[in-house]
């Protein structure tokens, strides 16, 4: 599978000027049992869009199959012709209504990744972290993706599945109490805690 055109100079160079452009995309939902804040894909178009448009580029998004396994595309490409491709394997949910939500989980990630977007994220002295860097030599799952969790995890019994998870999960890093946030647990985990979270919403009814 071909993740890019023969050439990317001329898009190397527009990317260049866009991402002078790029704005912090901010935090504009929020999950209403866990009181976090995600950017939402609008957030994310609206901080790229002006950048993008100015500079002879575009992003598309979408499905693609490759021998039988199902992938989500984000194509950035210029107006010269040239292009660059990020995919990510989707693991298929049981209900029309979790893909529709794991693919806008697709669209924000892919969208930040391929851009290099700064997401308004704030640092820390990252102490809370500090345990599980030395337990593992796995990176930590990121703030950004550790939100995005919590924003997929709806219903009534929200914040006793999210519980149970962090405490499953630092089980398994060998963790001396239970992490407080996705943030603190290993990035080796995040298949199977999103997979575990789609699974959760086929069963949460619909607004």
């Not at 704030?122 to 990121?142: R, T």
């Amino acid at each position: 599978m071909e993740m890019m055109s023969a050439e990317i100079n001329e898009l190397a160079k527009a990317l260049s000027a866009a991402q002078a452009m790029f704005k912090k995309a901010s935090f504009d939902k929020v999950n209403p049992h866990f009181k976090s804040k995600y950017a939402s894909l609008e957030s994310v178009l609206n901080c790229c869009r002006e950048g993008l448009a100015k500079n002879g580029l575009a992003i598309t998004q979408g499905t693609l199959s490759d021998n039988g396994t199902l992938y989500f595309a984000t194509t950035l490409m210029h107006s010269s012709g040239q292009w660059i491709k990020s995919i990510m394997l989707i693991t298929m949910p049981g209900s029309p209504q979790a893909l529709g939500s794991l693919l806008s989980y697709y669209r924000r990630y892919g969208i930040s990744a391929m851009l290099a977007l700064s997401t308004g994220d704030e640092d820390d002295d990252g102490n809370a972290a500090q345990e599980s860097v030395q337990k593992h030599s796995f990176p930590l799952i990121s703030k950004v993706i550790a939100q995005e969790f919590d924003s997929m995890i709806e219903g009534e019994n929200a914040i006793e599945y999210r519980n149970n998870m962090l405490k499953y999960y630092s089980g398994k890093d060998g963790l001396k109490k239970c992490a407080e946030s996705f943030a603190e647990l290993s990035s080796v985990h995040s298949p199977s805690i999103r997979n575990h979270i789609a699974k959760k919403r086929e069963n949460v009814p619909a607004n």
